[in-house]
């Protein structure tokens, strides 16, 4: 290894039995958010940073199977190693494994800590060419009481003094390993690697830390990882449609989403006349209550004369990124005799998603006639619908 390296070893030994409820028996680490393990999430946030050269998980003796149906693999992370009977000997079971590596600094990540940032780890890597430890911390905002186990309130802390330990927990190699081997000389648990740091004289720098760094210890917290993942932000569903209508004049072809097809008419119309993305602008602009087309491009401006009506759908695009809202699905019915759609309708639906800077699935753009019914069915005109389905955050 080069004299430069930095290991993470993620300790994944405990069995989490706090993080249980409703009859889940599964260790914390190996429960799933979002499709995706704990403990996966944790190693891959170590693994997707270039700084660090490897990653060492330590896991419960009787994990070994768990661990291998996670099917992690990656050139920089190294097997398992069977951790001890408390964190504490875990992380010295990890150490004692890197220690023929010549690594030159170790980041000791609780697994249960799947939201780790790149910004965490660069400024806990940053503060080691300085000092001896570094660690993120978040301050205490809460007012801190003491009491000596009576029940009763003893003395208020100065809050201003106190601050939340996170991980990862990074620290020059040699000076940790010597600490952690010397603590089988005192007969206590240290609560973290900082403190085994602090009693070996080790000089520890605080970092930020982030709120959203949390630590998965309770049932409660695996909902709050969900929402996490989910966008932070708690959203809903609303779902706009719009109508259009537009008769035929005498032409050549006619705009529909986007695409130019050839006709014997085309469509009258202040813009292009492009019925499909007028009802589909519209839907759009209902779902997030942002009114209608014609607030926002009035049919008495000249200056949408014959305009493109993509540029309609891109405006409400962007109201809708405003809005910090994400589309989920668009659905455009036209109906009409003629011309015919369907083979156009792929490339509409691509127009449509460029346009909207969505994927292609998300769209769906078909056709109907109105057998021959009505001034539809005479040719005189066609009309198009449109639904939307929006996510936008709770307000509430």
Not at 114 to 128: G, H, M, N, Q, T
Not at 170 to 191: D, Q
Not at 224 to 239: I, K, S
Not at 374 to 389: C, T, Y
Request: glycine fraction near 8%; aromatic fraction near 6%.
């Amino acid at each position: 290894m080069s004299s430069k390296s930095i290991a993470v070893i993620v300790v994944a030994a405990g069995k989490g039995e706090r993080a249980n409820a409703n009859g889940i028996a599964d260790p914390k680490q190996y429960r799933e958010i979002a499709g995706k393990s704990v403990l996966a999430r944790t190693i891959e946030a170590f693994l997707s940073h270039e700084s660090v050269t490897l990653v060492l998980p330590v896991i419960h003796p009787d994990h070994a199977h768990r661990y291998a149906d996670l099917g992690l693999h990656h050139e920089r992370l190294h097997p398992a190693v069977p951790g001890g009977a408390t964190r504490q000997a875990s992380v010295l079971e990890g150490l004692k494994a890197l220690a023929k590596l010549r690594i030159d600094r170790v980041l000791i990540q609780d697994a249960a800590r799947p939201f780790v940032s790149p910004r965490i780890i660069d400024d806990v890597i940053e503060a080691l060419k300085e000092h001896d430890g570094a660690l993120p911390t978040l301050p205490t905002t809460d007012t801190i009481k003491r009491s000596l186990g009576d029940g009763l309130i003893s003395k208020t802390e100065d809050r201003n003094l106190l601050f939340a330990a996170q991980t990862p927990q990074g620290f020059r190699f040699s000076p940790i390993f010597s600490a952690h081997m010397r603590t089988g000389t005192v007969r206590r648990e240290f609560t973290d690697d900082a403190e085994i740091a602090e009693w070996a004289g080790m000089r520890v720098k605080m970092v930020p830390g982030d709120r959203d760094n949390f630590k998965i210890t309770h049932p409660e917290d695996f909902a709050r990882a969900e929402r996490l993942l989910a966008g932070e932000t708690m959203f809903e569903t609303r779902v706009g449609t719009g109508y259009d209508v537009h008769y035929f004049e005498p032409g050549d072809a006619v705009w529909l989403c986007g695409v130019k097809i050839p006709h014997h008419s085309k469509l009258n119309g202040h813009s292009d006349a492009d019925v499909g993305l007028h009802a589909l602008t519209d839907a759009i602009l209902g779902a997030i209550g942002a009114g209608d087309i014609g607030i926002h491009f009035p049919p008495s401006d000249e200056q949408w004369r014959g305009a493109a009506s993509t540029i309609f759908l891109k405006h409400a695009g962007k109201l809708v990124a405003e809005r910090k809202a994400r589309i989920v699905n668009l659905d455009v019915t036209i109906v009409a005799e003629a011309p015919r759609i369907a083979k156009h309708a792929p490339a509409m639906c691509a127009v449509i998603a460029e346009t909207l800077g969505i994927s292609p699935s998300r769209v769906n753009v078909k056709a109907t006639t109105n057998e021959k019914l009505g001034f539809i069915g005479r040719e005189e005109g066609m009309v198009a619908m449109a639904s939307a389905s929006i996510e936008v955050p709770r307000e509430d």
